[in-house]
């Protein structure tokens, strides 16, 4: 893989979406129009390395999601089998991605357990090591930080410039969901440990988490929370910014 093919593959996509708006939306075959950006998606996605297990998980998120919106248990299995293959393209990108989408299934299913385990079999391929689920604090793996490689999407970049401390505000919110509070807590703080940390917006958000990770617990679990209440970091307004923005 060459340093121009994330380009080539995310030029692609876009030149989809352009046709999909302009074009395909004004053709009908039957009673239905042409999805030129899933087509792009798939194909772009079946071609090789890291670039194309994150297009494969985007893909499997669209559509993870699809299932949980709609209810509707086929388009989820579809989603799950596809991101099963972008984790085995890249499993430091996928393992968080199908946990993070899958945040929200009820806290007793196979769904949200298997939701759980992938975020921590993600900090076990970002440290070549199997974390310790009783005590997780990374300070220890901070030397293993890079911006090379696979590996790379487990520390902040120019794409992310909070991955890290989005991530285990996530993943402290699962973890308060399941019932963990006190691990939770070693959780949240190890989005600390990050060199951006201080320039980080949702500190305010961490803070406040450590303080009702054990009141959040029953918060977390609700299917409809109020309008004041407390949510996961999926159902939030930061649940993209909170990794992404500057």
């Known amino acids: 893989m060459t340093g ?8 692609l996509v876009l030149l989809a979406a352009i046709v999909q708006v302009s074009l395909a939306e004004w053709i009908e075959i039957g009673e239905a129009h042409p999805d030129v950006v899933l087509v792009t998606l798939v194909a772009v996605s079946l071609l090789r390395g890291p670039t194309y297990g994150a297009v494969l998980g985007f893909l499997a998120g669209i559509t993870l999601a699809e299932g949980i919106l709609f209810q509707d248990a086929a388009l989820y299995d579809e989603g799950s089998a596809l ?25 007793g299913s196979e769904r949200f357990r298997e939701a759980l385990e992938a975020q921590w079999l993600n900090l076990d391929v970002c440290v070549g090591e199997k974390v310790d689920r009783a005590n997780p604090d990374y300070r220890r793996y901070m030397r293993l930080e890079t911006k090379e490689g696979p590996k790379r999407v487990c520390w902040n970049s120019w794409i992310a ?72 970091m999926v159902r939030s307004t930061f649940a993209c910014m909170g990794c992404h923005q500057e």
């Open 83 to 107: 991101f099963a293959q972008g984790i085995a393209a890249w499993p430091e990108f996928n393992y968080f991605t199908a946990g993070y989408t899958a945040s929200t299934q009820p806290v």
């Open 4 to 11: 121009i093919d994330p380009l080539k593959a995310g030029g």
């Open 161 to 232: 410039p909070h991955n890290f401390e989005g991530f285990f505000l996530n993943f402290g919110d699962m973890l308060v969901k399941a019932g963990q509070p006190d691990v939770a807590l070693v959780m949240y703080r190890n989005a600390k440990h990050a060199r951006e940390y201080a320039m980080w917006r949702y500190q305010a958000v961490l803070e406040e988490r450590i303080g009702n990770a054990a009141k959040n617990v029953e918060a977390f679990r609700r299917a409809e929370p109020g309008p004041d209440a407390a949510v996961l």
